[in-house]
């Protein structure tokens, strides 16, 4: 709701933007509240235009995958929600070339529990992973995605969201 009204309500559109007037409405919202919230959410958010690339990231960073190697964009190490020591979100700008894949993604893959330990995913496979299937079309890295997480978690209880999102320039 924070982020849609930012957008619609109050007509902001570069990320770095929508995700402070996101974290003023989200702190405002919580503040109605009798009880303390001590809550808050994680997001990458970015615009294209043409192929420039806009990010601005509340803990979650931006991934592109650019001729076999990964190109993290990290985010800014604070949430949407009340916190200690807030600052404006920051915009990066990053100009795309063909064949590029951006990703944004939730923690939930990484931090999934499985494998034969029963242990996360973690940052470093999920980046091997990527890599790994940079070749194939979007709809059949989905596939494999799927088929990953799943092996992977096996008959364990899945934790968290899980949220990817590829988009191939």
């Known amino acids: 709701n924070a982020l849609n009204r930012a957008v619609r309500e109050y007509k902001y559109y570069q990320p770095n933007e929508i995700l402070d007037k996101a974290r003023e409405i989200v702190i405002q919202e919580f503040e109605k509240s009798v009880d303390e919230v001590k809550d ?36 800014d190490k604070q949430p949407i929600g009340k916190f200690e020591n807030a600052a404006p979100f920051t915009t990066h ?4 070339i063909e064949g590029d894949i951006i990703y944004l993604f939730s923690d939930g893959f990484v931090d999934q529990f499985g494998g034969l330990k029963g242990k996360k995913f973690k940052s470093k496979t999920f980046r091997e992973l990527l890599i790994s299937m940079q070749e194939k079309s979007m709809q059949e890295q989905k596939v494999s995605l799927d088929e990953a997480f799943e092996d992977w978690r096996g008959e364990l209880e899945q934790i968290d969201d899980v949220c990817i999102i590829g988009v191939k320039i």
Request: charged share 20%; proline share 2%; aromatic share 4%.
């Open 40 to 75: 808050g959410m994680d997001i990458a958010l970015c615009s294209l235009h043409g192929k420039t690339l806009h990010f601005s990231g509340a803990h979650n960073p931006l991934w592109i995958l650019r001729k076999g190697e990964i190109l993290v964009t990290k985010a």
């Open 93 to 96: 700008k990053i100009e795309l």
